[in-house]
């Protein structure tokens, strides 16, 4: 089986033509892993542990930026707060990894 190798996408449409573009070679993948039992690494137990390893918390988030969260959400067809804990997520990594903008020093 040959392994597939998913590139970054600039755009939600290049995406979807890629996987488009793939959709017999990710099946065979999907199919091939299935058999083999690849296909079940980390799949429900991984979502169960996580789950039970997360704690609610309750935060004022502005009125727009939750209808915007809304809206984006609903373009991806997903829930507003999975979009949220999503962005909060990618941002902790962001911010984990060292890139945090530094401010610039005055020139005088």
Same mark, same amino acid.
């Given at each position: 089986? $040959?392994?597939?190798?998913? &590139? ?11 996987? #488009? #573009? ?21 799949? &429900?137990? $991984? ?16 009125? #727009? #930026? ?7 959400? /609903? ?15 990618? /941002? ?9 903008? $530094? &401010? ?5």
């Amino acid at each position: 089986m $040959r392994k597939l190798r998913v &590139p970054r996408f600039a755009t939600e449409a290049e995406e979807a033509k890629w996987w #488009d #573009d793939h959709m017999e070679l990710v099946e065979a993948n999907l199919v091939e892993g299935i058999k083999t039992g690849a296909a079940q690494r980390g799949g &429900p137990r $991984r979502v169960l542990q996580e789950r039970r390893e997360s704690k609610n918390i309750t935060i004022r988030v502005a009125v #727009d #930026d939750i209808e915007r969260a809304r809206v984006l959400a /609903a373009k991806k067809g997903i829930g507003y707060q999975t979009l949220m804990k999503m962005l909060l997520k990618e /941002a902790l990594d962001h911010e984990s990894r060292g890139r945090v903008s $530094r &401010p610039r020093k005055k020139v005088r």
